[in-house]
């Protein structure tokens, strides 16, 4: 597991209007230096329920890299979420993704992608929504804030630092321009996904590389954005590989290169 403060705590969270509607989807990652980072999306037409799942598929490909506290749990208030990867899905995968009743099961693919993302000894704990916990009140706030089409400022791992004596916060220092600090967490995000191998749905593409999604869906052969190479996966998935050569190797600047 890679060196670096260790995650202390993890919540998500999902929103949507209208059920099927715009949704989008909030989690965040608190570290034992006390810095924060949070993550968060949006979908033009889903449901409540796949932004549940969305939100904590990202934490789980986020953790797999990170040292986590041995009582490190993902605090969700979705019960459908907990009941579905706790206790539901070993007999849905029996039954050949069938429900008890012989119905396809809903939201498959995010079940599937959240099964073998799963890591040992990293439970869900239940949280009442709205009840206060700040952490789900935080992933909410971001939840509905892309469910609504807006882009939130999201905590990119900044620690306040304090002194010594009396507890005051010293000055912090000029901040990077927003544009910069948002884009350097894409690159980072980008460089964590190429190194583990993951698959991204055309949605989860097009947000990391930020171009709209009708952009991509014409998409069927490997392709370059800034120094990583796009590639067509299975099951309609795309896999990120870092170009060794870096800039060099760009698009020339065209519409992939966001």
Not at 91 to 96: A, I, L, Q, V
Request: charged share 20%.
């Amino acid at each position: 597991m890679a060196d670096g403060p260790v995650v202390v705590a993890a919540a998500c969270d999902g929103a949507c209007s209208g059920n099927p509607g715009p949704g989008g989807w909030g989690c965040l990652l608190r570290f034992a230096d006390g810095s924060v980072r949070e993550w968060g999306g949006a979908d033009p037409d889903t449901t409540n329920n796949r932004m549940e799942l969305t939100a904590a598929l990202t934490l789980l490909q986020l953790l797999k890299t990170l040292p986590r506290d041995p009582d490190l749990a993902i605090r969700t208030d979705s019960k459908y979420l907990i009941d579905g990867f706790s206790r539901w899905i070993n007999g849905w995968k029996r039954k050949g993704w069938r429900t008890a009743s012989g119905s396809p099961v809903l939201n498959r693919d995010l079940w599937e992608a959240l099964d073998a993302a799963r890591l040992p000894n990293l439970p869900l704990a239940y949280v009442k929504g709205h009840s206060g916990d700040p952490d789900n009140d935080r992933c909410d706030v971001i939840a509905v804030a892309f469910s609504k089409g807006q882009q939130p400022s999201l905590a990119q791992g900044e620690v306040p630092l304090a002194a010594a004596a009396g507890g005051v916060a010293a000055p912090a220092p000029e901040p990077a321009p927003k544009p910069l600090l948002q884009l350097l967490s894409r690159l980072e995000l980008a460089d964590r996904l190429a190194a583990g191998g993951y698959g991204l749905s055309l949605i989860e593409l097009a947000q990391v590389v930020e171009l709209p999604l009708a952009t991509l869906e014409g998409r069927s052969e490997a392709w370059r954005w800034r120094d990583w190479l796009v590639v067509p996966g299975g099951g309609g998935r795309w896999r990120l590989h870092r170009e060794a050569s870096g800039s060099e190797q760009r698009d020339g600047g065209g519409p992939g290169d966001g």
